[in-house]
């Protein structure tokens, strides 16, 4: 492909994220730090006194992909749960500062909003304390998340579903979602970590990393371009979906559509390597954005890859956004000056 037109096409999607309309359904997760200085130990037990110095605290999950998406523009709304508690209240809070749709967010008072506490000292982590339950909602904030979604679906340009395992996604709900988009049109990404791949049914791409391959192929290692070309033909058929985008971290990722022979790469971006959480998220994100302003899945693709290229060159965890999207286009139209 001629990478010169690539990034011409590329300026040409970007013209259209403004009106990309999206929904993301999944789990949403506060991530918080911690941050402090330790000087002793503890009198109580063998372990450090961190005394803290600040706290900050970034959206994780379902709610990181909706920043990512509407950093680069587009519009967003999310969907999921979240518990009766100062977490969940800080999740509703970050989003609206974001201008990201919550009329489907849920509160289940019998749950813990999903929070991942890190205590960090001088640079290193001591502890990570996590909160959550992975139960399924209760019936009644179930039913309400199922009634906001079927609404929510049907209106949007495409539906992100964002599944950590955390209890947003049930079958049921993922059938509601195929079931509307079909209807009107939209498209349906699936971030999974479900492993029977039968759980993203009618979903149209499926964006596993290595390893959720490899656990949805049964444990089957993906040594070389067969195993990739055959466990992503594997999944196909297991999800009737018409694409399955292997994320491979530092080795870029594989396209494996329905009805091709051979897979598509696309080799890694990043120059240099800080911090590579976050990163599928901003997959995804981008994947849907470009697919939603009308890119070939091709094209969608390399954008997603050449985001997550820019985030894992950026310490923490960081949206791409619109500008750096940009700037990373310029950057590799000047290297490839072919058109
Ligand atoms: N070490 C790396 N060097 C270069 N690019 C990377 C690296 N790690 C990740 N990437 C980029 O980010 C994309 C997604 O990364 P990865 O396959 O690790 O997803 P993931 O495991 O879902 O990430 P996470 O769960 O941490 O958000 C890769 O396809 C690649 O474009
Ligand atoms: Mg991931």
Redesign the pocket.
């Known amino acids: 492909m001629n990478d010169g037109d690539f990034a011409a096409r590329a300026f040409g999607y970007m013209e259209r994220f403004p009106s990309c309309r999206l929904l993301v359904v999944g789990d949403l997760m506060l991530d918080e730090y911690v941050w402090g200085n330790v000087r002793r130990i503890s009198p109580e037990a063998p372990v450090p006194v961190v005394a803290v110095t600040r706290d900050t605290r970034v959206l994780g999950g379902a709610g990181n992909v909706a920043v990512n998406i509407s950093a680069l523009g587009a519009k967003v709304a999310v969907a999921g749960l979240i518990g009766g508690d100062p977490s969940g209240r800080a999740i509703l809070r970050m989003l609206k500062g974001r201008r990201i749709g919550v009329a489907g967010v849920v509160t289940d008072r019998n749950r813990p909003t999903t929070t991942k506490t890190r205590v960090i000292a001088h640079s290193q982590q001591v502890v990570r304390v996590d909160r959550e339950k992975k139960e399924p909602p209760d019936a009644r904030a179930g039913d309400a998340l199922r009634k906001c979604v079927r609404a929510a679906a049907g209106e949007v340009d495409g539906v992100v579903l964002s599944d950590y395992r955390k209890g947003a996604l049930s079958r049921a709900l993922v059938e509601d979602v195929v079931l509307a988009a079909k209807r009107s049109g939209a498209f349906v990404v699936a971030?999974p970590k479900e492993s029977d791949f039968s759980f993203y049914r009618g979903c149209t791409v499926i964006?596993p990393?290595?390893?959720?391959t490899e656990a949805a192929l049964g444990g089957r290692e993906l040594a070389d371009d067969v195993g990739i070309m055959e466990g992503g033909k594997a999944l196909l058929r297991k999800s009737g979906a018409k694409a399955i985008l292997i994320?491979?971290?530092?080795?870029?990722?594989s396209l494996i559509e329905r009805g091709r022979k051979a897979f598509f790469h696309?080799p890694?971006?990043?120059r240099q390597?800080f911090d590579?959480?976050?990163?599928?998220?901003?997959?995804i994100g981008t994947l849907a954005v470009g697919m939603g302003a009308g890119a070939p899945l091709r094209d969608a693709a390399l954008l997603?890859?050449i985001a997550?290229?820019v985030?894992?060159g950026e310490v923490g965890t960081v949206p791409i956004t619109i500008e750096k999207l940009a700037g990373a286009l310029r950057l590799r139209k000047a290297i490839h000056p072919s058109g």
């Open positions: 971030d964006t990393n290595k390893s959720e994320t491979r971290g530092e080795e870029g990722m696309i890694a971006q990043a390597v590579v959480t976050g990163a599928g998220d901003t997959v997603s890859n997550a290229g985030v894992v």
